[in-house]
């Protein structure tokens, strides 16, 4: 994806040596793509530009601390894309619950038997001779845009920008302060995305009289 105009458009950035700028701003749980941005259900997003003339990007550099805690490490396109295309594909805890109405069971909370990937033998087979139903997926799909507008490791030349995927599930209002960490170049950098906010601390001394 183009990088914005210049580095100061970025919520944060920092210069990191002579020939290289380093700007970020935090999507949220948006991807941003061109004409309809969706939301993503396990990661948080961050757009990543470099202002540079030649630069080797590795996405191992780069990590997320969120309040504080350990940093989380940059996921592939192809997980987070994978999350969206197969709604089973990162297992979750459920609870099935099993009762009878008459002759018949009733099985509550189980799996439909969704595809978490192409030929999943998991998935119920439909009977012989049943017509085969052929789904097209649209043109440039939401997964597709999770892998076109994510950083890629290799060569940069010149100033660009893309998007890196870190794992989160939590409540995104919880998240006082959010920095990218950059190692790498021979430069330690963290760009703070969201700052906590402190309130100013209250006078002790008592009120004078009128």
Known sequence: MPARASAAEYKAHAVIGPSLTLAAEFQGR???????AFVLKHYVVVEVALFTRS???NTGHFSLKLNGKSPLL??????VAAS??????????QITAA?????????????SGTARFPG????????PG????????????AWDWVARLAWADGPVNGPSAGLLY????????????IELLYNGAGAITALPLRALTVPPAKSAAPAGKP
């Open 30 to 36: 948006t991807v941003p793509a061109p004409n309809a």
């Open 55 to 57: 630069h080797e990007f």
């Open 74 to 79: 940059a996921q592939t396109p192809g997980m």
């Open 84 to 93: 969206l295309k197969y709604a089973n594909w990162e297992n979750q805890r």
């Open 99 to 111: 009762g009878s109405a008459g002759d018949a069971t009733v099985i509550l909370g189980r799996d």
């Open 120 to 127: 999943d033998r998991r998935v119920p087979q439909p009977p």
């Open 130 to 141: 049943t017509p085969v139903k052929v789904e097209t997926a649209p043109e440039m799909a």
């Open 166 to 177: 870190f794992p989160y599930q939590g409540n995104l209002a919880k998240l006082k302060s």
